[in-house]
Every structure is written in structure tokens, then in C-alpha cells.
């Protein structure tokens, strides 16, 4: 999977983000540390903040397309 | 006892539960490990659950949580999430202060690191 495929998705999902970042950590398209930051996650705890970003990503988690991932998460 | 009853004991009973691929003799995942560590180094007394056996131990397991990824780590049966988590937690000092609120401040003298497998059904 593209980063730029990645980070599409997240864009999507977290349109009011004031950051999106997307770091394809081996170069193989399958292991990546994605930054997201957004008000949204303001005033919830990371466990809830992560599941946000599992949801906007459901599908290429769940194909395998994704096979590891890294996820930092910053409110406002 | 059904799977997904047997998992959720381990959650409810086990003060801190890590659901790892691996075990802490022989970790095999990255992740696995660094959840390891950063609980290891908190002083925790994990109980490690290697998901790896059968498959339907880790889809059992996120039908429980609603997390998808592995390692999940659960303290006093509350899913404190993966290595991610745990890691930004360990560097804050939150993770040491979730211990002792949900363990008692000598949570330390618990008992040592341990392995439990799940029982095939």
C-alpha cells in the first residue's frame, strides 16, 4: 500500500486534522508509524483516540494489507 | 469452558494481562516486545497470553476489546491499549501511576512474570 494511498484514507477520515503524516517504516509498503493531529482527539484517552484511527483504516487492517502498525496520535 | 469465556477470565483475573504473539522467552513480534519492555521496566506483574497457537485466540480476543492489533495489554480487566500506548505511557509516568491506582502502590511484590495458555477447545 501507498503512503500516499495511507494518507488518503486518513485525510478522509480526520478532514479537520491540522496534521497527517504517514512514515513507511521498512520501505515495503506494509509497516507504517502514522501521525495524525486533531482537535477531535482532545479530551479523550489514547485508547479512544487510537480506535479512531483503526476505524478509518478497518479495511487494510483487516486484509493484511496493513501488517504492522504504528500510531501517534496529538490533540490540539 | 469456551474460548472466548477462558480469555475473558484471563482480562478479569489476571492484574496485568499481555495478549503477545510470542511468549516473554522467545517474543516474536516487535511490538510484542516493545509492550513487553515498557511493562517490564514499569516493574508490572504480566501474565502473557501467546495469541499465536490458533487463530481464533486473537479473533476471540478483538470480538472482546474492539482493538484489532496485537499486543493488547489489559491492567485491573481496562484494555490500556497496544505497544503504541504503553510505550507513551511508560515515558510519562502515567503507566506506573495506572499500576499502583488499579493494583495498590506495591504492586511491584506481586508475583513474578508468568505464561498462561488458553486451553484448545
Given at each position: 500500500?501507498?503512503?500516499?494511498r495511507l494518507?488518503g484514507?486518513?485525510?478522509d477520515?480526520?478532514?479537520?486534522?491540522?496534521?497527517v503524516?504517514?512514515?513507511?517504516?521498512?520501505?515495503?509498503?506494509?509497516?507504517?508509524?502514522v501521525?495524525?493531529q486533531?482537535?477531535?482527539f482532545?479530551g479523550?484517552?489514547?485508547?479512544?483516540?487510537?480506535?479512531?484511527?483503526?476505524?478509518?483504516?478497518?479495511?487494510p487492517?483487516?486484509d493484511?494489507?496493513?501488517h504492522?502498525?504504528r500510531?501517534?496520535?496529538?490533540?490540539? | 469452558?469456551?474460548?472466548?469465556?477462558?480469555i475473558q477470565?484471563?482480562?478479569?483475573?489476571?492484574?496485568?494481562?499481555?495478549?503477545?504473539k510470542?511468549?516473554?522467552q522467545?517474543?516474536?513480534?516487535?511490538?510484542s516486545?516493545?509492550?513487553l519492555?515498557?511493562?517490564?521496566?514499569a516493574g508490572a506483574?504480566?501474565?502473557?497470553?501467546d495469541v499465536?497457537?490458533?487463530?481464533?485466540?486473537r479473533?476471540?480476543?478483538?470480538?472482546?476489546s474492539?482493538w484489532?492489533t496485537?499486543?493488547?495489554?489489559f491492567?485491573?480487566?481496562?484494555?490500556?491499549?497496544?505497544a503504541d500506548?504503553?510505550?507513551?505511557?511508560?515515558?510519562?509516568g502515567?503507566?506506573?501511576?495506572k499500576?499502583?491506582?488499579?493494583?495498590?502502590?506495591?504492586?511491584?511484590?506481586g508475583?513474578?512474570?508468568?505464561?498462561?495458555?488458553?486451553?484448545a477447545?
Open positions: 500500500m501507498s503512503v500516499e494518507r484514507l486518513l485525510v477520515a480526520f478532514p479537520e486534522a491540522e496534521d503524516d504517514v512514515l513507511d517504516r521498512t520501505g515495503t509498503g506494509d509497516h507504517f508509524l501521525t495524525v486533531s482537535t477531535r482532545s479523550l484517552g489514547l485508547v479512544d483516540q487510537h480506535r479512531l484511527v483503526y476505524d478509518a483504516l478497518a479495511e487492517l483487516a493484511g494489507t496493513i504492522e502498525l500510531i501517534k496520535t496529538k490533540g490540539d | 469452558m469456551e474460548l472466548r469465556e477462558q477470565q484471563v482480562i478479569d483475573n489476571e492484574p496485568v494481562a499481555l495478549f503477545m510470542g511468549t516473554p522467545l517474543v516474536m513480534c516487535g511490538n516486545h516493545r509492550a519492555e515498557a511493562l517490564r521496566a506483574p504480566v501474565t502473557a497470553v499465536l497457537p490458533d487463530p481464533r485466540y479473533q476471540e480476543l478483538s470480538a472482546i474492539g484489532p496485537i499486543p493488547q495489554v491492567v485491573g480487566g481496562e484494555l490500556i491499549g497496544g500506548i504503553v510505550e507513551e505511557l511508560a515515558a510519562s502515567e503507566l506506573e501511576e499500576l499502583s491506582g488499579a493494583l495498590g502502590g506495591d504492586y511491584r511484590a508475583r513474578d512474570e508468568r505464561v498462561v495458555a488458553l486451553a477447545v
